[in-house]
């Protein structure tokens, strides 16, 4: 969709996860995607939740995920940030916060290798 010369996007989707290691555990939750932007500009948020569930129960947790991504293009270099935040919480009062944060410059080459 396209408002004032603004491209819009809302995509939902299917989170799949997987906690590696000797009781390793896999979640599935939903996803939703948001994105804004123009031929320069573009803003993206990515939202996630999911619960690991065990045998025993002490050992489930609540996954909860966003992110925020930021790019901009001229020509053919793209500049970016990108942050995200991810929230586990095994039971009340013992939860666990990670951050990543990434700053990016990426550069498309216009011709193929090998031409």
Same mark, same amino acid.
């Given at each position: 969709?396209?408002?004032?010369?603004?491209?819009?996007?809302? *995509?939902?989707?299917?989170?799949?996860?997987?906690?590696?290691?000797?009781?390793?555990?896999?979640?599935?939750?939903?996803?939703?995607?948001?994105?804004?932007?123009?031929?320069?500009? !573009?803003?993206?948020?990515?939202?996630?939740?999911?619960?690991?569930?065990?045998?025993?129960?002490?050992?489930?947790?609540?996954?909860?995920?966003? *992110?925020?991504?930021?790019?901009?293009? +001229?020509?053919?270099? +793209?500049?970016?940030?990108?942050?995200? +935040?991810?929230?586990?919480?095994?039971?009340?009062?013992?939860? *666990?916060?990670?951050?990543?944060?990434?700053?990016?410059? !990426?550069?498309?080459?216009?011709?193929?290798?090998?031409?």
């Amino acid at each position: 969709m396209s408002v004032k010369g603004l491209d819009l996007s809302l *995509s939902p989707s299917v989170v799949y996860e997987e906690a590696r290691g000797p009781r390793g555990r896999a979640t599935v939750g939903p996803g939703l995607a948001l994105e804004a932007g123009n031929d320069r500009h !573009r803003l993206r948020l990515q939202l996630g939740r999911g619960a690991f569930e065990a045998e025993d129960a002490s050992r489930s947790a609540d996954h909860e995920r966003v *992110s925020l991504g930021y790019e901009y293009r +001229r020509g053919q270099h +793209r500049v970016g940030v990108e942050i995200e +935040r991810s929230l586990r919480d095994p039971a009340e009062g013992e939860s *666990s916060d990670a951050v990543r944060a990434g700053v990016y410059w !990426r550069y498309d080459f216009d011709r193929t290798f090998g031409d």
